[in-house]
């Protein structure tokens, strides 16, 4: 049974940081993709970042650039999501994600992934 769970959301003062983590069971993830999307109340699920799981190469959507930093950890089937300089427009149920795919570009395609995660949540005070 494919897992994916996240851990590491709480609360927190606007300018500070958090990192999610995301453990992945199951079945091997070498072909995948792995990200993060969220999803504030009211509002659709949106792609923040994605890693391939074998080579390293990112993707971030603009809203997070130079803030949030996405890495992995192979060998514990871990993904990570480092987020600094918190805004309270960050505030949101955050997911991690995985899909079959050798396009780390159309990560951001909701419809396509094919496992989540249950969703942590982070929410920055102002």
């Known amino acids: 049974q494919v897992q994916l769970v996240e851990s590491g959301g709480g609360l927190v003062q606007a300018g500070g940081s958090l990192r999610l983590s995301c453990a992945a069971s199951g079945r091997s993830f070498s072909s995948y993709v792995m990200g993060w999307f969220r999803q504030a109340p009211g509002k659709e699920r949106e792609f923040v970042a994605a890693i391939s799981w074998s080579g390293g190469s990112t993707y971030s959507a603009d809203s997070v650039k130079g803030r949030f930093t996405i890495s992995r950890d192979s060998a514990a089937n871990t993904v990570y999501l480092q987020m600094n300089s918190l805004k309270p427009e960050d505030t949101a149920v955050y997911y991690c994600?995985?899909?079959?795919?050798?396009?780390?570009?159309?990560?951001?395609?909701?419809?396509?992934?094919?496992?989540w995660g249950q969703g942590t949540q982070v929410t920055v005070s102002s």
């Open positions: 994600a995985a899909r079959r795919t050798i396009s780390i570009t159309t990560f951001w395609r909701t419809a396509e992934v094919n496992y």
